[in-house]
């Protein structure tokens, strides 16, 4: 895979009361590999902001780790049948956030990288939804690349 890409994003929240939630992010970025794992850095945009968030993800087959920097921080681990906890420091506050993998998938090829993560979510020791993220990393020039849905 080359070092310009398009990654993409997309992630299901599903509450205990059945109200979902979808987000997506689309965005060029820089592709590394390195012992073992591959590292995608993008930035992404906020509304209403004109800072950014820098954003790493950490693939491998067994973890996926993903580290924003900006005006919210968080460094999410997601390993599977492993709960970690970690903070999330916002402007407006911190909130302790828990994480409950209980599926990774890696599907890898010269040229794209596809993940699947479902976890459980915590915030503050409650439980708050049930998740599934979806990250896509292709090559800049792939003319495969298409949005999910």
Do not use: W
């Not at 929240?13 to 939630?21: F, H, L």
């Not at 012992?35 to 996926?64: P, Q, R, W």
């Amino acid at each position: 895979m080359t070092k310009d890409i398009l990654v993409s994003i997309s992630g299901l929240q599903v509450s205990p009361e059945m109200e979902s939630d979808t987000v997506e992010v689309i965005s060029p970025g820089e592709y590394y590999y390195r012992n073992d794992k591959h590292f995608v850095v993008y930035e992404e945009a906020i509304d209403g902001k004109t800072e950014t968030v820098k954003n790493m993800v950490k693939l491998s087959k067994d973890c996926v780790e993903v580290t924003k920097k900006g005006p919210a921080r968080i460094h999410m681990i997601f390993e599977k049948n492993k709960k970690n906890i970690s903070y999330y420091y916002t402007p407006f506050g911190n909130l302790q956030i828990g994480i409950d993998t209980q599926i990774i998938e890696l599907d890898e090829s010269d040229e794209n990288i596809r993940a699947k993560v479902d976890y459980a979510l915590e915030i503050n020791s409650e439980h708050v939804a049930n998740c599934h993220i979806v990250i896509d990393v292709k090559e800049k020039g792939n003319n495969n690349f298409r949005l999910l849905s």
